[in-house]
T-cell receptor, first 115, second 112 residues
Framework: AQSVTQLDSQVPVFEEAPVELRCNYS??????LFWYVQYPNQGLQLLLK??????LVKGINGFEAEFNKSQTSFHLRKPSVHISDTAEYFC?????????????FGKGTRLHILP | DVKVTQSSRYLVKRTGEKVFLECVQD?????MFWYRQDPGLGLRLIYF???????EKGDIPEGYSVSREKKERFSLILESASTNQTSMYLC???????????FGQGTRLTVV
């Protein structure tokens, strides 16, 4: 079975500084990986996804993530954060092969942007 | 634009009531999911469905049931609501293969 671990529950960072949100996964087969963002009082929306191909994936709002198969990681990065990036970020994994495959989410990382 | 619509944003129910949370998607997605979101616990899968009348238990199905009579609609049922079911409930849908899930706005349920 797959699992996802988000290593930090909260990350404070100053505005315009770089940030990395860490995600590790566990699976015995190939997986699809995702990062979702949840702004206050809203549902989740997709930031970016890795399905195959290039290990560096670019998403919306200047975010990117790198798939590292040997370290089973999919860390999310942004070179310069803005106050509007204040949100909760979720890493997710799925095998995506069979019709009954689930999507498993991590516990989330709250990003606090400090002025 | 894909739309996943949950019938209520906020709901207050009494202990012991039978509660229905409705979710409708307009993209002909095969898969539909119900998650529960609690602080510090992330999203936990309650049930999901990969076809009409098909359902699979997630990680925390106890106290819940689901119904999918039509492809576009997936209902979550709390048979007898309890205070420990006070939570945010999120519905999502995706095509087979799960290459992207689309979420509704969530229903914040309070059981008193």
């Amino acid at each position: 079975a797959q699992s996802v671990t988000q290593l930090d529950s909260q990350v404070p960072v100053f505005e315009e500084a770089p940030v990395e949100l860490r995600c590790n996964y566990s699976s015995s087969v190939s997986v699809y990986l995702f990062w979702y963002v949840q702004y206050p009082n809203q549902g989740l929306q997709l930031l970016l996804k890795y399905l195959s191909g290039s290990t560096l994936v670019k998403g919306i709002n200047g975010f990117e993530a790198e798939f590292n198969k040997s370290q089973t990681s999919f860390h999310l990065r942004k070179p310069s954060v803005h106050i509007s990036d204040t949100a909760e970020y979720f890493c997710a994994v799925t095998k995506g092969i069979y019709r009954d495959d689930k999507i498993i989410f991590g516990k989330g990382t709250r990003l606090h942007i400090l002025p | 634009d894909v739309k996943v619509t949950q019938s209520s944003r906020y709901l207050v129910k009494r202990t012991g009531e039978k509660v229905f949370l409705e979710c409708v998607q307009d993209m002909d997605h095969e898969n539909m999911f119900w998650y529960r979101q609690d602080p510090g616990l992330g999203l936990r899968l309650i049930y999901f469905s990969y076809d009409v009348k098909m359902k699979e238990k997630g990680d925390i199905p106890e106290g819940y049931s689901v119904s999918r009579e039509k492809k576009e609609r997936f209902s979550l049922i709390l048979e007898s609501a309890s205070t420990n079911q006070t939570s945010m409930y999120l519905c999502a849908s995706s095509y087979t293969g799960n290459t992207e899930a689309f979420f509704g706005q969530g229903t914040r349920l309070t059981v008193v």
